[in-house]
């Protein structure tokens, strides 16, 4: 305990709890009486200002086991301090209070009424708060006298073999001397605590008066930063309203646009499905009737022979009137369709093979191959062109 009361006068919490906590382990088991409750008592005022609420909580039940008239003498000064930490200040003002009635020690009145008196004048009950200033007056004198009694008493008992009853005597009047001192002393000083009380309840009106002010301009902020929030929010569905109208305005502008594509693809399907036509009507009405040019194109396919504009002519009006749905045929497979890969179709329809292709069109060997392939992946030409290739 002694060392635990040293570490706390050092203000070395952790060293102090530490020795406290020992105390209190070894007292677990041990039996609660007068000859160690104070020990306790102490204690839990001490873990109380220390924010030790668990630790100061058990003191306070180890000490509750004892009846009223064998606790000690610290019991009420510690326990004010645990409710003042940690249950209410009104609940350490009452036992502070039950302090200064029950306790005849001049030191726990001093301390009591110097409480008291600061815990009346901060509710603001100025008659209890003088009531305690006196009594702390008196206590305080009362104090003062004691101790310089016994500094008085101790002074004589250790100078009294030294001094004779003219030295005895003045050490009497010097005290006297410094009673009256003191008395002046305390006057002063309940003067300038009063002084303190009252420029100090000025100061705080002053600060609650700003104070006020200050949570007024709070709230006009507040209903100001509430208005821009509904604004800023109806601002927020407004926009958010535009861009669902825009979206949707994208998706018509997207899907006008695919369906002009697909137009414009039609068209220029159709326009190069008309020149195609076109073509192959002035090449009708310009080839002859007689269809000799086609077996005059399969015989000269043997060897090598390149067909003139005019003959070729000839031949292709030929074919369209031998098969007058071919080329319509070619052109809803084909979609789009050269001149070239138009007529390796028409040869083919006539039966002729790669090689005479080939020979016919003077074409790359693997151009007339690949032509007749995708010919041959689109459309169907007949038995003839099934059999020879």
């Known amino acids: 305990m002694t060392i635990a009361s040293c570490y706390s006068k050092l203000n070395d919490t952790i060293n102090s709890v530490k020795f406290y906590n020992l105390i209190i382990n070894n007292l677990n088991n041990a039996v609660i009486d007068r000859k160690n409750a104070d020990i306790i008592a102490t204690a839990m005022g001490d873990y109380a200002l220390y924010g030790y609420k668990d630790e100061a909580t058990h003191c306070y039940e180890l000490l509750n086991r004892l009846n009223k008239k064998e606790r000690p003498f610290n019991y009420l000064s510690n326990l004010s301090v645990y409710y003042e930490c940690f249950v209410s200040i009104d609940s350490a003002a009452g036992a502070r209070l039950e302090l200064y009635n029950t306790t005849s020690r001049i030191e726990s009145k001093y301390d009591a009424s110097q409480w008291l008196t600061r815990y009346y004048a901060s509710i603001k009950d100025y008659e209890k708060a003088t009531e305690f200033a006196i009594k702390f007056i008196d206590a305080n004198l009362a104090v003062n006298n004691k101790r310089n009694l016994e500094h008085t008493t101790n002074a004589k008992n250790f100078f009294q073999y030294r001094r004779d009853k003219e030295e005895e005597t003045r050490v009497m009047q010097n005290a006297a001397k410094d009673r009256y ?130 003959e070729w002519k000839e031949l292709l009006g030929a074919i369209d009137k031998l098969y007058p749905e071919f080329t319509h045929e070619v052109q809803a497979k084909f979609k789009k369709i050269n001149e070239p890969l ?48």
């Open 181 to 310: 001192n003191l008395v002046i002393g305390v006057s002063i000083s309940i003067i300038v605590l009063l002084g303190t009380v009252t420029l100090h309840y000025r100061r705080k009106k002053r600060l609650l008066d700003i104070i006020l002010n200050k949570e007024k301009n709070i709230e006009s902020a507040k209903v100001l930063i509430e208005k821009r929030d509904f604004e800023i929010e109806r601002e927020k569905r407004c926009i958010e309203e535009k861009e669902k109208e825009l979206r949707k305005l994208n998706a018509a502008n997207s899907r006008l646009s695919k369906e002009l594509q697909n137009a414009k693809e039609d068209f220029d399907m159709l326009v190069a499905q008309n020149c195609e036509l076109t073509k192959l009507t002035i090449m009708n009405n310009m080839a002859k009737s007689n269809g000799d040019i086609i077996e005059k194109v399969k015989k000269t396919s043997k060897g090598k022979y390149h067909l003139s504009d005019d």
């Open 342 to 389: 138009l007529r390796v179709c028409y040869l083919l329809k006539i039966g002729l093979t790669g090689p005479e292709i080939a020979n016919i069109t003077d074409y790359p060997r693997q151009t007339v191959w690949d032509r007749i392939k995708k010919v041959k992946e689109t459309i169907k030409l007949g038995a003839t062109f099934s059999q020879r290739n």
